[in-house]
Nanobody, 122 residues
Framework: QVQLVESGGGLVQAGGSLRLSCAASGRTGSGVTMGWFRQAPGKERKAVAGISWSGVIRYYADSVKGRFTISRDNAKNTVYLQMNSLKPEDTAVYYC???????????????WGQGTQVTVSS
């Protein structure tokens, strides 16, 4: 089992920045893949970014490429999502996720955090 706790969400104006953090605990020593997803009201949850255990492989959704950066600190069991140039359409609940490495970085995650709200005002 892996437990995930997100933090860092909030209200920001368009063009601003936020950094989300996700602290992992439990069975993280097996080299879990980490990801960030988001879900806007009335819409399905979608992948935003993913990162391999080593940090070498990173995935980004087209909508956030060039604006968001995913990173991880394995010594702290923490993954981050730096979000720059935020837009109102980035408003959503952001979820941290983890899985045993397999397949693509945008789906089939096994463990989920409770989510953190990000609101971008225009």
């Amino acid at each position: 089992q892996v437990q995930l706790v997100e933090s860092g969400g909030g209200l920001v104006q368009a063009g601003g920045s936020l950094r989300l953090s996700c602290a992992a605990s439990g069975r993280t020593g097996s080299g879990v893949t980490m990801g960030w997803f988001r879900q806007a009201p009335g819409k399905e949850r979608k992948a935003v970014a993913g990162i391999s255990w080593s940090g070498v492989i990173r995935y980004y959704a087209d909508s956030v490429k060039g604006r968001f950066t995913i990173s991880r600190d394995n010594a702290k069991n923490t993954v981050y999502l730096q979000m720059n140039s935020l837009k109102p359409e980035d408003t959503a609940v952001y979820y941290c996720a983890a899985k045993v490495p397999s397949g693509s970085y945008d789906k089939d995650y096994d463990y989920w955090g409770q989510g953190t709200q990000v609101t971008v005002s225009s």
